[in-house]
């Protein structure tokens, strides 16, 4: 039987995180995502290293598309300053703008959607501090690369230094192209329009956003070809593991309403299952009487209220496992629910 419009709203209801919850949370992690960028910089000479061995390895492989495509996006500004733009902006607009669209409009998906692109970005962070990669743009002039965004930065806001605005640069670590999360994140983009904007239009930018992004991070020097599958990778990872992290978060969000509980409610609380404490008066119809005088009448009237097999006040806390399992069924396609 079809859902009504009323219980489609209750159950969001149910499933959507409270929004002060959610944005501490987003920003705790986006900010320890930053500052692990910053604090893993590791050594320049490792990090030319690291870029010209996967640098050799495409071109072993015949997967050197990084040289062409900069040479053209060098060649030909009205493909190049498009291209810095979409690099410089679009990463951190479209991500968040798709995170409060799952927010307001697709409750059930939300949380195991957010889970997702943060466990990703989590990984993401391990592969920076694990090999710090050089990126093309950085590499020496002999190996015929050109900075697009230092090329073209009379026409934006950035300045030599990757994307950060002009003066900037010291707050971004450069080393940290290994693997590309401007791809990783563009792929979670282009999954949720495929899958949830409901339109022909929404499934075509989910096909050309993740597309496009791979483009651009190459021609402008910014990652190497296999940056980009690294990037694609890691949000696999990251989709295989978000059950595994919303369980775990459903623990411990329990560990700390027991301990929250325990501690509000001090002494004197009562414990499940305990027999009432004979001092605790019982209020009911303006007569007071203690614990042992119940009057049959009352047990009566609280019988009939509740109704036989009635679920508990908190069942909606089982609607994100439901939302897992059919993420489960998505199979290759990438089903963040």
Same mark, same amino acid.
């Given at each position: 039987?079809?859902? !009504?419009?009323?219980?489609?709203?209750?159950?969001?209801?149910?499933?959507?995180?409270?929004?002060?919850?959610?944005?501490?949370? #987003?920003?705790?992690?986006?900010?320890?995502?930053? *500052?692990?960028?910053? /604090?893993?910089?590791?050594?320049?000479?490792?990090?030319?290293?690291?870029? @010209?061995? #996967?640098?050799?390895?495409?071109?072993?492989?015949?997967?050197?598309?990084?040289? %062409?495509?900069?040479?053209?996006?060098?060649?030909?500004? &009205?493909?190049?300053?498009?291209?810095?733009?979409?690099?410089?902006?679009?990463?951190?607009? *479209?991500?968040?703008?798709?995170?409060?669209? /799952?927010?307001?409009?697709?409750?059930? /998906?939300?949380?195991?959607?957010?889970? +997702?692109?943060?466990?990703?970005?989590?990984?993401? /962070?391990?592969?920076?501090?694990?090999?710090?990669?050089?990126?093309?743009?950085?590499?020496?002039?002999?190996?015929?690369?050109?900075? !697009?965004?230092?090329?073209? $930065?009379?026409?934006? &806001?950035?300045?030599?230094?990757?994307?950060?605005?002009?003066?900037?640069?010291?707050?971004?670590?450069?080393?940290?192209?290994?693997? $590309?999360?401007?791809?990783? +994140?563009?792929? &979670?983009?282009?999954?949720?329009?495929?899958?949830?904007?409901?339109?022909?239009?929404?499934?075509?930018?989910? *096909?050309?956003?993740? @597309? #496009?992004?791979?483009?651009?991070?190459?021609?402008?020097?910014?990652?190497?070809?296999?940056?980009?599958?690294?990037?694609?990778?890691?949000?696999?990872?990251?989709?295989? @593991?978000?059950?595994?992290?919303?369980?775990?978060?459903?623990?411990?969000?329990?560990?700390?309403? !027991? +301990?929250?509980?325990?501690?509000?409610?001090?002494?004197?609380?009562?414990?499940?299952?305990?027999?009432?404490?004979?001092?605790?008066?019982? *209020?009911?119809?303006?007569?007071?009487? $203690?614990?042992?005088?119940? #009057?049959?009448?009352?047990?009566?009237?609280?019988? $009939?209220?509740?109704?036989?097999?009635?679920?508990?006040?908190?069942?909606?806390?089982?609607? %994100?496992?439901?939302?897992?399992?059919?993420?489960?069924?998505?199979?290759?396609?990438?089903?963040?629910?």
């Amino acid at each position: 039987m079809p859902q !009504t419009a009323t219980a489609r709203t209750e159950t969001a209801t149910r499933t959507r995180p409270r929004w002060w919850s959610e944005l501490p949370l #987003i920003a705790m992690v986006y900010a320890l995502y930053s *500052v692990g960028r910053l /604090l893993v910089r590791g050594d320049v000479d490792d990090a030319v290293d690291n870029g @010209l061995a #996967i640098l050799g390895a495409e071109k072993a492989l015949g997967l050197n598309a990084e040289h %062409p495509l900069n040479r053209l996006f060098t060649r030909e500004p &009205w493909l190049g300053i498009p291209a810095d733009f979409w690099y410089a902006s679009l990463h951190y607009l *479209v991500t968040p703008a798709l995170l409060v669209w /799952l927010y307001r409009y697709r409750a059930p /998906l939300y949380r195991a959607a957010r889970t +997702w692109l943060m466990t990703s970005t989590l990984i993401g /962070l391990i592969g920076f501090t694990l090999l710090p990669t050089c990126p093309p743009r950085l590499l020496a002039a002999g190996h015929g690369f050109v900075d !697009t965004m230092a090329h073209y $930065s009379a026409y934006g &806001w950035w300045g030599a230094e990757a994307s950060a605005p002009r003066g900037l640069g010291g707050m971004t670590n450069q080393y940290a192209a290994m693997p $590309s999360l401007h791809v990783g +994140w563009a792929l &979670w983009c282009g999954v949720v329009l495929w899958r949830y904007g409901g339109t022909r239009a929404t499934r075509i930018a989910g *096909v050309a956003y993740p @597309l #496009i992004t791979t483009i651009v991070v190459m021609g402008t020097a910014n990652h190497y070809f296999l940056d980009a599958v690294a990037g694609a990778a890691v949000m696999g990872a990251g989709l295989l @593991l978000t059950p595994s992290g919303m369980r775990l978060a459903d623990r411990c969000r329990t560990v700390l309403r !027991t +301990w929250y509980a325990g501690r509000a409610g001090g002494p004197g609380t009562p414990v499940a299952g305990a027999p009432p404490d004979a001092r605790s008066p019982i *209020v009911s119809g303006g007569c007071q009487t $203690s614990a042992g005088e119940r #009057i049959p009448r009352q047990r009566e009237q609280r019988q $009939s209220t509740a109704e036989p097999g009635a679920a508990p006040a908190d069942a909606g806390d089982g609607a %994100p496992g439901r939302v897992l399992a059919r993420a489960s069924e998505a199979g290759s396609a990438g089903n963040p629910r």
